[in-house]
């Protein structure tokens, strides 16, 4: 298992969900548990921190979607860029509802079909309910 998740963290979202090494491995629901595998709820932050990669973007891409698929073959509900060397937030005061749950990969081209990892590692971070 590539991320972590921690409930209860704050009154905006209950969900911190962090994403060691985002790559184009596929994240498949991160927002679920094991007694709620169908969760729908609302996305607050996105923060993609692209500093070990000084000459590539990533471009993080989050489906609302239960299963994986592989990359290359989802087409992403929201997809968020951090220049090269940099760390990006995408912050949403009222939420980014979402219906089943939140599936995540990240890739360093912004082609639909791209499927190729950043060479370093990306972490992500998502504030969800």
């Known amino acids: 298992m590539g991320f972590t998740k921690t409930t209860s963290i704050t009154a905006l979202g209950g969900n911190l969900i962090i994403d060691f090494d985002a790559d ?19 996305l607050y ?15 993080l891409r989050i489906k609302d979607a239960q299963s994986a698929g592989a990359a290359g073959t989802l087409v992403p509900t929201w997809m968020f860029v951090a220049a090269p060397g ?12 979402y219906g089943t749950g939140l599936t995540l990969w990240c890739t360093s081209g912004n082609a639909v079909d791209n499927a190729t990892s950043p060479a370093g590692a990306v972490i992500v971070r998502l504030i969800a309910s």
């Open 24 to 42: 184009s491995s596929v994240e498949g629901h991160v927002t679920s548990d094991t007694f709620e595998p169908s969760k729908s709820g609302i």
């Open 45 to 59: 932050l996105v923060e993609v921190d692209n500093t070990a990669n000084a000459t590539t973007s990533a471009y």
């Open 86 to 97: 940099s760390k990006s937030s995408y912050t949403f005061p009222d939420g980014q509802p």
